[in-house]
């Protein structure tokens, strides 16, 4: 429905309410402010998620490392990293290993082994899907590309290093060499999405120590149809890892030991294309070896044939998430 311009003026006072409120550290008010502006206007919700995480770092500026390393989440994070923190065999039962022939049944003869790692939001692994000629074809290619990782800045734009991300990466197209062609190719199989959406790969390698503390990887802001958000993840892991170098995600108690070969699959999105903060997740620590993965992000266009939207925004499951605690 379109918005009449008073009420639109209401909305833009209560977000500029809920920011002042975010700036003097009450960060409950606040939340219930943007929750009052998102049920009013849903549309909204990328716009308020950007003023909270933009103010919530903004504030901490200085000191935001050591901040954030004090928070829940933060915490939660390192005991999943550590395996402290895992679910119940009855939390994991409902989980199914299962054979897919993939889409139109094209292998039928060799099926994707799925794991399901997470039922809401979805996760899964597919297992033995890239072969050892593949994962060398991709370091060989990557390997004189491979610069330290930088992250995009949602406040001022750009991208920069930073200490919650320590690694190297390099960015590749898939046509430079039909090995890394057929990977886009399988995940159509595998996922029944339209990969054509999909970023170059992003190859990754972490060290001793290397690290990636946990976010997000949907975009907050500079959505548009054009440039149309990240609905999932596939992390292509390129090597084992002797001890450390998890993804884990903290708030789905699943820590995720790199298996080379194997594919992380998960949806960033809610069926209603709001970010799902409920898939936070990290690369933990590497304690010993070296981490190599390659990251495709696929994006949203055209993709209701395999993923249709429900009749309902389902952001509000995830929205408790979006606070940093
Ligand atoms: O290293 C990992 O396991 C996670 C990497 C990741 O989350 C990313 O590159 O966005
Ligand atoms: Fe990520």
Excluded at 141 to 157: A, C, F, L, N, Q
Aim: aromatic share 12%; net charge negative; hydrophobic share 35%.
């Amino acid at each position: 429905m379109e918005e009449t311009s008073s009420a639109a003026t209401e909305l833009d006072f209560m977000e500029k309410l809920g920011e002042n409120l975010m700036k003097t550290g009450d960060t409950t008010a606040a939340l219930e402010v943007f929750r009052a502006v998102v049920i009013k206007d849903p549309h909204r919700l990328s716009t308020v998620s950007a003023i909270y995480n933009n103010t919530h770092s903004l504030s901490e500026a200085l000191v935001e490392e050591e901040e954030y390393h004090k928070t829940q989440e933060f915490k939660l994070y390192e005991k999943v990293c550590r395996e402290e923190l895992k679910r119940s065999p009855a939390e994991e039962r409902h989980l199914r290993c299962r054979y897919y022939w993939g889409v139109d049944n094209a292998f039928v003869l060799s099926p994707f082994k799925i794991e399901e790692i997470n039922e809401d939001p979805f996760v899964m692994l597919i297992h033995d899907m890239v072969t050892d000629e593949q994962i060398e074809t991709i370091k060989r290619v990557s390997m004189p590309e491979m610069k330290r990782s930088t992250v995009r800045d949602d406040i001022v734009g750009g991208s920069k290093r930073r200490n919650y991300r320590i690694s190297k990466n390099a960015w590749i197209e898939y046509s430079l060499h039909p090995h890394i062609e057929k990977l886009l190719h399988v995940l159509h199989y595998a996922t029944g999405l339209e990969t054509q959406f999909s970023e170059e790969l992003q190859v990754a390698n972490y060290g001793l120590g290397g690290h990636y503390e946990p976010h997000v990887d949907f975009y907050l802001t500079g959505v548009t149809e054009e440039y149309s958000n990240r609905i999932s993840t596939s992390i292509f892991y390129l090597s084992d890892v002797e001890q450390g170098g998890a993804t884990a995600f903290p708030y789905l108690k699943i820590a995720i030991k790199p298996n080379k070969g194997t594919v992380l699959f998960w949806y960033n999105l809610h069926r209603s294309l709001d970010g799902d903060y409920r898939t936070k997740h990290a690369g933990c620590p590497v304690l010993k070896g070296s981490k190599w993965i390659g990251n495709v992000w696929t994006h949203d266009r055209t993709q209701f044939a395999i993923r249709p939207c429900g009749l309902f925004r389902d952001y509000e499951s995830s929205w408790e998430y979006m606070m940093v605690k």
